[in-house]
Nanobody
């Protein structure tokens, strides 16, 4: 059984930092492309960042230089370090594992950026 479990997040003031972590089990983690998506109220889910099995990363333009995705294959985890957060970063953040064109999703973690 595949499990994708997010942790972290919460409430932070503008300019602050948060860190999300995602633990994955039940798949060959080292081969999977891992990604973080987010969905704001009334909006569609969008890709924030992804990282391939080889460590290549890709970011949405609005988060470049502020958010960093990383993975630890030994621990089967992927993280999203979020710095200099803005109110428009407020959303539910979802961890995604893509393996052989199959998607596995976490339950989501709420991040709120507000003063």
């Amino acid at each position: 059984q595949v499990q994708v479990v997010e942790s972290g997040g919460g409430l932070v003031q503008p300019g602050g930092s948060l860190r999300l972590s995602c633990a994955v089990s039940g798949i060959i983690f080292s081969v999977a492309t891992m990604a973080w998506y987010r969905q704001a109220p009334g909006e569609q889910r969008e890709l924030v960042a992804d990282i391939t099995s080889g460590g290549d990363t890709n970011y949405q333009d609005s988060v470049k230089g502020r958010l960093t995705i990383s993975r630890d294959n030994a621990k089967r985890t992927v993280a999203l370090q979020m710095n200099n957060l803005r109110p428009e970063d407020t959303a539910v953040y979802y961890c995604n594992a893509n393996l052989f064109k199959r998607d596995f999703w976490g339950q989501g973690a709420q991040d709120t950026v507000s003063s």
